[in-house]
């Protein structure tokens, strides 16, 4: 094993909403204003926040999930990612200590035990004072093996405010007040129903990120920060890298508006097993590329861009007939929405794809919201059955009118809602659209089932999954193999 000096830290907080989104976004921003390279990360299956650091940094966003992945792959994902002249900026999510279960499975302090990254708390100091030390304190003793870099508060509203929270922090856990977040006034990151609305849709990102960084440098020690990040001990392993195989097949990708949430790592996944990349806007492409042998849709916002998707008749008929046809597609939550009949938002309705026997509607509430835990029961044109597949799934639609004899459900959930009845994984000839995302460290048969249905078709197969023998990878071949 090699030995690597990362600079690094963690972002926490005592709860979601306490203001670390604000603080990572105007930290890297900030760095970067004094020339320094930072490699963005964020901790659980978030697209949004992570696209906003992604944006901030200049630099490609990892997601670093320990439900997802086992301890030895996030250490190998970060060592792949993170750079020894870099400072690696490393958001966690909801409090530092909140996990899957009263033991605090995959919290952000196990990710930062994993990482052996030191945590720079964010605390909301809301109508509140001297009760923060006794939390910051209580995060100390709770559980042992974190180091703890400093503290930012955030909402100060006046001088006497902050100098009462420093001194009973400073005074009672020995650590450093590093600086402050201001309560900021004509501030402009409006939130949507999924989170914050996406850098995409802003219009103003430029803006938001100029103003963070000012923020962040005038009222937060910057050469501190570097300084705790730099102390970061060694780590020791084996990097993951993704080499670009020899391109065999062309696999399309949706990437617009509509469609945003992709992990690196799953399109990195693709390249370095022979697929190349053709990235497509369906709101604008007028037809479907005709030497495409798969492709992927990822989830995103079709509703807010249902208009427009709608108004795109060519493309649709183009991809319906594609689909009917028997080319593969993967999609998640976004992507299988869009592939339905109709989606209704708001109160209007408007067409989609068609290909599917189902209707969606987008409701004010969460239909689907957290971990997944599920398995492939039935045959499909993807995953072997059997398979066992940990994701996570955010979803506001639900499904209705569904024709269910024309379709199979080839997942079971024991965890998380799914589509319908802990049911998920509409399978329809070479279609495959489930309400749960996947990353392809915690399941790489999704890149390998992927990669050979495209092959298929490339090589000639037009029938769907029903009527032809399974296919190698069905039998097991790859049930073993890891990227």
């Given amino acids: 094993m090699k030995s690597f000096n990362l600079p690094r830290l963690v ?20 760095l970067r204003g004094i020339g320094e390279k930072v490699v963005p990360f964020k901790k659980g299956p978030d697209y949004i926040d992570a696209g906003w650091l992604s944006f901030a940094a200049k630099h490609p966003c990892y997601n670093l999930d320990p439900f997802f992945m086992d301890p030895a792959v996030i250490l ?19 409090g530092l200590l909140d996990g899957v279960d009263p033991e605090g499975t995959c919290s952000t302090a196990q990710l930062a035990r994993i990482l052996s990254a030191p945590v720079v708390l964010v605390l909301d100091c809301t109508k509140v004072t001297r009760s923060l030390a006794a939390f910051v304190k209580g995060c100390q003793v709770l559980e042992e093996g974190l180091s703890f870099g400093g503290v930012i508060l955030n909402q100060i509203v006046r001088a006497r405010h902050e100098e009462i929270i420093t001194r009973s922090i400073e005074q009672y856990t020995g650590l450093k007040v590093l600086g402050i977040m201001p309560r900021l006034k ?10 914050l609305l996406p850098w995409q849709e802003h219009g103003e990102g430029e803006g938001v990120i100029k103003q ?86 990822g989830g995103g916002f079709p509703e807010t861009q249902a208009e427009e998707l709608s108004a795109n008749e060519t493309f649709r008929r183009d991809l319906k007939i594609a689909l009917e046809e028997g080319l593969p597609v993967y999609a998640e939550c ?16 408007y067409e989609m ?20 835990k599920a398995t492939v029961v039935k045959p499909n044109p993807f995953y072997p059955v059997g398979t066992k597949i940990l994701g996570h799934e955010f979803h506001y639609s639900r499904p ?8 199979s459900l080839v997942l079971n959930l024991e965890k ?37 249905a495209a092959q298929r078709w490339k090589a000639g197969e037009r029938s769907d999954w029903r009527v032809v023998s399974p296919p190698e990878f069905l039998m097991g071949a790859y049930r073993q193999t890891k990227i």
Avoid: C
């Fill in 353 to 372: 794809v068609g290909v599917l026997p189902v209707d969606f509607e987008v409701k004010e509430r969460p239909q689907g919201h957290g971990y997944v």
């Fill in 416 to 452: 998380g809602h799914g589509f319908v009845q802990k049911l998920d994984g509409v399978v329809y000839r070479n279609v495959f659209g489930a309400y749960t995302h996947v990353h392809v460290l915690g399941q790489p048969l999704w890149a390998k089932g992927l990669l050979e």
């Fill in 334 to 349: 976004g992507g299988l929405m869009y592939l339905g009949r109709t989606l209704r938002w708001r109160g209007k309705t």
């Fill in 76 to 94: 190998a994902s970060f060592l792949g990612h993170a750079s020894e002249d870099a400072i690696a900026v490393i958001e966690g999510n909801r």
């Fill in 400 to 407: 209705v009118n569904v024709k269910e004899d024309q379709i």
């Fill in 186 to 195: 004509n501030f402009s990151l409006p939130m949507r129903h999924l989170g």
């Fill in 11 to 30: 972002i926490s907080a005592q709860k979601g909403g306490a203001g670390k989104t604000l603080f990572a976004l105007g930290l890297v921003a900030a």
């Fill in 212 to 297: 963070l960084s000012q923020v962040v440098s005038e009222n937060v020690d910057l050469e501190a920060i570097k300084e705790i990040a730099r102390a970061a001990s060694p780590l020791y392993g084996d990097p993951l890298t993704w080499p670009k195989g020899q391109a065999r097949v062309k696999i399309g990708i949706f990437r617009d508006r509509a469609f945003q949430f992709y992990y690196p790592e799953n399109l990195a996944a693709l390249e370095a097993l022979g697929a190349e990349l053709v990235f497509l806007d369906a709101l604008e492409t007028s037809s479907l590329p005709s030497d495409l042998s798969a492709l992927y849709i």
